[in-house]
Every structure is written in structure tokens, then in C-alpha cells.
């Protein structure tokens, strides 16, 4: 894929669904440095501009995972005539101690319009469907992470056959 580096990033963590729940809600400062940029998702019930850890509270870490489609994505700092790839991974695939399909692809759309992009429209070619954050069961915080991309005049984006049926690094 034909990108420069990110322009921005935001990651946000789920625990996979467990009974007893160990780990503090607090980011570390390395993850927490992960994000800059502006970059704004928008769930029913969830506006995330900032790295964060979903909370627990009125289930939205279910609803996340279960209820809710692909959400709005906002970049008010974008170029109007400019276009961008819109990425959404997970690092911790499928556990965050054995990574073994580390950025995991849960979502991937080229060709973003930056004009729209700035009015929350994710008006582009869809590469990956989204999937929502599913963490397997007892497999620790998982961090999804959204990267947004300024794409390069004249560089299509796409995707291998391979990259297109697994999703991963796999």
C-alpha cells in the first residue's frame, strides 16, 4: 500500500469479555503517546477524540462489540481537495501476550475525500468491511487503533488476494 506515515492516530482498548477484571483503566504513558492529530470517532453513545479505554458503564463495551455498526469518523484538519486511507487495527490479535496476529485489519477505506472527511462522511472505496472490537474471551485489554492516512496523488491503495481473505499478518 502506497501511504506516507500517519497523519494521525487514536486508539481506544477493550478487555475481552472476562469474569474478573485485573488490570486498572488507565492507559499506560506509551500507549497514551500513541495518539495525536484530531481525529474523532463517533459511536451512538461514544465520542472518542482522545486515547481511552472504553468504560463499563451502560454496557458500551458490548455495545461497541455487538450493537453498533461502523462509526462516524471526523477529521476537521483535513485538506478539502486532498485524499486520505482510513485504517482500524488491533495490535494485541488474538491475545495481547502472544500477538500472533498482531494488527489485526478490522476496517480499511481508501479514497477518502477530504472535504467530506471534515463533515464525519467516509465517502471512499471500502478495501475491509468494517468488524467491530471483538476481543476473544479472557484475552486481556486489547487497544483498536484508527490511522488515518494522507494519501499520495496518482498512488492507487489496494490489496493483495491474500491481504484481501485474511484480514492479518497471519
Same mark, same amino acid.
Given at each position: 500500500m502506497a501511504v506516507p506515515g500517519p497523519v494521525l492516530v487514536l486508539s481506544m482498548w477493550i478487555l475481552g469479555?472476562?469474569?474478573?477484571?485485573t488490570t486498572a483503566? #488507565?492507559?499506560?504513558?506509551?500507549?497514551?503517546?500513541?495518539?495525536?492529530?484530531g481525529l474523532e470517532v463517533i459511536y451512538p453513545e461514544l465520542d472518542i477524540d482522545?486515547?481511552?479505554?472504553?468504560?463499563?458503564?451502560r454496557k458500551l463495551r458490548e455495545k461497541v462489540s #455487538?450493537?453498533?455498526?461502523?462509526?462516524q469518523v471526523y477529521f476537521s484538519g483535513a485538506h478539502k481537495r486532498k485524499m486520505y486511507v482510513l485504517v482500524m487495527v488491533d495490535p494485541d490479535a488474538p491475545h495481547r501476550t502472544n500477538?500472533?496476529?498482531a494488527y489485526w485489519r478490522h476496517w480499511l477505506v481508501a479514497d477518502i475525500q477530504g472535504d467530506a472527511l471534515t463533515k464525519g462522511q467516509l465517502q471512499g472505496t #471500502?478495501? #475491509?468491511?468494517?468488524?467491530?472490537?471483538t476481543p476473544?474471551?479472557?484475552?486481556?485489554?486489547?487497544?483498536?487503533q484508527f490511522m488515518l492516512f494522507e494519501k499520495l496523488p496518482d498512488a492507487p491503495v489496494s490489496l493483495t488476494e491474500q491481504e484481501t481473505s485474511s484480514r492479518g499478518s497471519a
Open positions: 469479555l472476562v469474569h474478573v477484571e483503566d #488507565t492507559l499506560s504513558s506509551l500507549d497514551a503517546s500513541f495518539c495525536h492529530g482522545e486515547c481511552l479505554i472504553i468504560p463499563k458503564v #455487538t450493537v453498533w455498526k461502523a462509526p500477538p500472533a496476529s #471500502t478495501l #475491509t468491511d468494517y468488524y467491530p472490537p476473544p474471551h479472557k484475552s486481556g485489554f486489547h487497544r483498536y
